[in-house]
């Protein structure tokens, strides 16, 4: 089977980096002083939570940056790394620290509520509003999204793969086209497979069109609530890769009762449609 997660590299990455030095569920194998026991058992007793946590804590680096930072954020080309974290107290609840270039910056922010300050910064939802900034912020995360090839993740761990050049996104994406959904089952994109033309999964998804977030929303001063809002790529994107995916951004994962159904595909050859006549599963 070739697998398919609706999750985010930024949650897939940070769970890969503590599982990596734990033994157990509860036990860590002390070759980082950073992953310790009691970081295994923290992940181990909420693995989901902590996953989404660091998404949250990735996407308030990506947005809460200092105005002087913008220009170098916003050229998809530039080199924006994360910095994760481990310490539980502020996973989630802090952005994490970023590198933007030579330059490394740490904020102090609070991410506490769904809107992770981003509404009270930018006066969303109140009569001063500063929604011309506010949009330049969103367009260039989504940006960094669709065009992550210069957006990097660092661990910080010292282990083979704790350092990663490109595709860090602490959101994940779903197309409203069919026809851009069924390419990203195919080997390429975001599946690695061995070219024997056969498919992934497909994972359908049924949001509410409150959930809905457009640049019409952000016209309407309505505030944002990050746990639950799909950003459309194709209204805030200005890169090329936007308009083509047609989709629809979420920080983290999409939610359990977002979940519609899931088309398993593994039996169809790429390109044709046609069913292959013994997918040898039995």
Request: with cysteine; proline share 3%.
């Amino acid at each position: 089977f070739k697998h398919y997660s609706p999750e985010s590299n930024a949650m897939l990455w940070h769970a890969s980096s503590i599982a990596r030095f734990c033994l157990s569920p509860t036990k860590a194998d002390g070759k980082s002083s950073t992953i310790t026991d009691q970081v295994c058992e923290s992940y181990f007793k909420k693995p989901f939570l902590t996953r989404y946590s660091a998404a949250r804590s990735g996407l308030g680096a990506w947005l809460l940056y200092a105005e002087e930072d913008e220009k170098v954020f916003a050229n998809p080309t530039s080199q924006v790394t994360i910095l994760s974290t481990f310490d539980s107290s502020e996973l989630g609840s802090k952005p994490f620290r970023m590198s933007l270039g030579d330059k490394k910056i740490k904020l102090n922010r609070s991410l506490l509520n769904p809107g992770l300050g981003f509404n009270e910064i930018f006066g969303i939802g109140t009569a001063t509003s500063s929604l011309a900034k506010a949009y330049e912020r969103l367009r260039n995360a989504v940006n960094r999204h669709t065009n992550w090839y210069a957006s990097k993740f660092d661990d910080q761990l010292g282990h083979e793969r704790s350092k990663r050049d490109q595709a860090y996104s602490p959101f994940v994406a779903s197309s409203y086209e069919m026809s851009q959904s069924n390419a990203f089952t195919e080997c390429g994109f975001t599946v690695k497979c061995d070219g024997d033309g056969r498919k992934a999964w497909m994972l359908i998804f049924k949001i509410h069109k409150n959930n809905w977030y457009t640049t019409r929303n952000l016209k309407n001063n309505e505030a944002l609530n990050f746990d639950r809002v799909w950003m459309d790529e194709t209204s805030f994107g200005t890169d090329g890769l936007a308009d083509k995916e047609r989709a629809w951004d979420r920080l983290g994962t999409a939610l359990e009762d977002e979940l519609d159904s899931i088309l398993y595909l593994h039996n169809l050859e790429a390109g044709t449609g046609k069913p292959v006549a013994d997918d040898q599963l039995d």
